[in-house]
């Protein structure tokens, strides 16, 4: 089971991870959770939209942009919270 992936340099711990291909271009999808000391940091990389991604348990490495994005809560900025954040990368 995946348990971290790469996304530039910052390692995300995830708690499910999918992976299937489409028209030959890895499709990642994967859920994390942010807590509200975290969520600035991560908005701001994800806010990117287009990372290199390494999945070191499969030996995957490939240039991905976010093509599906949502969280659990819309405002983490309240301490204390944590939110689970979808995320589905598609090789590009």
Known sequence: MVRN???????IEVKH???KTEE???VVSFIFD?????????TVL???GTFDTRIPEEGLD???TIINYSTSLDN??????TGEFRVTLQEV
């Open 5 to 11: 992936i790469v996304l530039n340099d910052t390692e």
């Open 17 to 19: 991870y999918d992976r």
């Open 62 to 64: 490939f240039r991905g």
């Open 24 to 26: 030959g271009h890895q």
């Open 46 to 48: 994800l806010y990117k």
């Open 76 to 81: 983490l900025y309240e301490e204390g919270q």
């Open 34 to 42: 942010v807590t509200s000391e975290e969520y600035h940091d991560v």
